[in-house]
């Protein structure tokens, strides 16, 4: 299984249009975010985790030939907002499985209308074809997903656990019954948005007391603004098995 780390930002990526702020200014690119996603590549399928507005430009820079699924966290905009632009995808190879929380699915009908209607619609729009998820794990093709309940804020987001790898972004606070499916991950991503606390997301020590509790062989922050600080000087301070992941980055596990 590989792992492209296709943004690893905040809503507002870094840089945050119009800031002076030094991480906003940083030339190292490992300080320029787009707004967070990952790629799973596994046995020749392709199956992104959110699909939000830097998603175009995402596949540029990481050119795939085929996307097979997209498992949707939650529906705030900077997780869906680039549904439109997989229609490159589905002009080759037809409707895309989405895999959603319920209330995912109505947000993102009433969003993109004119991909989910099923009356006059306009031939240049994109297939999907809608898979509903519950707390319970499901599978595509061979491969087990597990979703992770846990809340941001006061809404309720699904990580996932593919095999050994789990990816928990926009998370506050999860249940101890939660956690216990993380049992024995080697790979975990997790949110760490700066250091500073934060009412919808971990910050950085939250994050570390996180991985500390679940014990992966590695772990990869993301979701990060720029007030985390500079990619390089975060990562002198993290413990050894602990990464600030960057834009483009690529594990295997």
């Known amino acids: 299984m590989e792992v492209i780390f296709l943004g690893t930002g905040t809503s507002q990526g870094i840089p945050i249009i119009g800031s002076k702020h030094p991480v906003c200014l940083s030339e190292n690119p490992k300080d320029k975010r787009l707004r967070v996603s990952v790629l799973v590549k596994w046995e020749g399928y392709n199956i992104l985790i959110d699909c939000g ?5 995402q596949m540029l820079a990481n050119p795939v030939e085929s996307l097979d699924a997209i498992l949707y966290t939650h529906e705030h905009n900077d997780h869906t907002a680039g549904l439109d632009d997989i229609r490159p995808f589905f002009f080759r190879q037809g ?43 499901f599978y595509f093709k061979d491969l087990k997903i597990t979703p992770i309940d846990f809340k941001h804020n006061r809404l309720q987001v699904f990580g996932f656990r593919l095999k050994d790898f789990a990816y928990l972004t926009d998370l506050k606070s ?9 049992d024995g991950v080697k790979v975990l991503v997790i949110t760490a948005l700066r250091i500073e606390p934060h009412h919808s997301h971990l910050n950085l020590e939250e994050a570390l007391e996180f991985i500390a509790r679940v014990k992966p062989e590695k772990a990869y922050l993301t979701h990060i603004s720029h007030l985390l600080g500079f990619h390089d000087e975060v990562q002198q301070k993290l413990p050894e098995n602990v990464y600030v992941a960057y834009d483009n980055l690529k594990i295997h596990i």
Do not use: C, W
Not at 53 to 57: E, K, L, S, W
Not at 101 to 128: C, D, M, Q, W
């Open 174 to 182: 999860i249940e101890e019954k939660e956690v216990q499916k993380l």
């Open 53 to 57: 507005p830097d998603f175009r430009m």
């Open 95 to 137: 409707d895309i499985p989405i895999f959603a929380h319920k209330r995912v699915l109505e947000s993102l009908r009433k969003r993109f209308e004119y991909i989910f209607t099923s009356t006059n619609k306009y031939p240049g729009a994109p297939g999907v074809i809608e898979h509903e998820i519950v707390n319970e794990a």
